[in-house]
């Protein structure tokens, strides 16, 4: 039997059969996912190198941080140290000053009180002047004392005379600085010569006036 084709045969190498193009579509489609996987592990490469590179630089500067902090908690301790010791030296220099101050008050009420005690030595200094430039030379004195305060002078003596005109005549004497003398005792006495004398004890004060203070 006689089989006829009425098919023209295709002459090679012109065109391209449908399973070359079915292969070609699907090498395209290929390439492309290659492509677009290599592109997301480039990028997903980037990512965890640039997420390394930002968890390598906030470790750095997490680290510069804790220095700086470390820094500034010496630096704090160094000041508060400095600052201790500055009020303990601030207290040591008012302790002084006020020790000085307390000083200075002291001299200054020392001389006030010397400045007022000057002005009673002089009825005191004048009435020991007086006893020495008045007692007549027929007065033995055998002890004379004299005290005072602020308002007063008291004296006590004890003397000897040859007579009691020469008593009399020195209470007379003492009289006129003192108020009058109280005699305390008055003895007759005789020496190893036989010679009578006669031993007084008295006592007396005197106001201080501000005309003796020569205010």
Excluded: C, H
Excluded at 3 to 23: A, Q, T, V, W, Y
Excluded at 78 to 99: C, D, S
């Amino acid at each position: 039997m006689i089989k006829i084709n009425l098919l023209k045969e295709e002459k090679k190498g012109r065109g391209i059969s449908l399973p070359s193009l079915r292969e070609f579509s699907l090498s395209k489609e290929n390439l492309i996912q290659e492509g677009a996987v290599k592109v997301l592990l480039a990028v997903s490469a980037a990512l965890v190198v640039a997420e390394l590179g930002y968890l390598f630089s906030l470790r750095k500067t997490a680290s510069n941080l804790e220095s700086q902090k470390n820094q500034l908690v010496q630096e704090r301790d160094r000041w508060k140290a400095k600052a201790q010791r500055f009020l303990v030296e601030r207290k040591r220099l008012e302790n002084e000053i006020r020790a000085v101050k307390d000083r200075i008050d002291y001299l200054v009420r020392s001389k006030e009180v010397i400045l007022v005690m000057k002005k009673y030595y002089r009825p005191f200094n004048s009435s020991l002047k007086y006893v020495y430039t008045k007692t007549p030379p027929t007065v033995w004195l055998y002890s004379f004392s004299q005290n005072q305060d602020f308002g007063s002078i008291s004296m006590s003596m004890s003397f000897s005379a040859y007579d009691i005109n020469t008593i009399d005549e020195f209470f007379s004497i003492l009289d006129e600085e003192y108020s009058t003398p109280i005699i305390q005792s008055i003895q007759r006495k005789l020496n190893p010569y036989g010679i009578e004398y006669y031993v007084s004890n008295i006592k007396s004060s005197k106001v201080i006036t501000s005309e003796s203070l020569g205010n």
